[in-house]
């Protein structure tokens, strides 16, 4: 017989919402588009949530759907809530 005792677990990463070039605190960056700094980011597109990215200095997230890159203005960015440290 196995016991798993109490435990005690953080969330690391959360969705926060987003518009414009406004970057959440302790979003999570993932690497650079043309020089620009890119973040997770994810938005809601047709009946559900997708992947993308954000990037402030076009104040968009993009998202890739049916071999097209969709920008939106609203969105929401993956952001580390205790400030965790965490690598794409």
């Known amino acids: ?3 798993c ?4 677990y953080k969330q690391v ?6 518009s414009g070039v ?7 960056e993932v690497g650079y588009d043309g020089g620009n700094v890119i973040y997770v980011a994810r ?3 047709q009946v559900d949530y997708f992947p993308g990215k ?12 049916g071999g097209d890159e969709h ?3 609203h969105y929401e960015v ?11």
């Open 13 to 18: 990463a959360e969705w926060r919402q987003s």
């Open 43 to 45: 938005a809601h597109h």
């Open 54 to 65: 954000f990037v402030p200095a076009h104040g968009s997230c993009y998202v890739a759907w």
């Open 22 to 28: 406004s970057v959440p605190p302790n979003a999570i």
């Open 1 to 3: 017989m196995t016991y």
């Open 71 to 73: 920008a939106y203005q």
């Open 78 to 88: 993956l952001s580390a809530p205790y400030g965790i440290t965490l690598e794409w």
């Open 5 to 8: 005792g109490p435990t005690s």
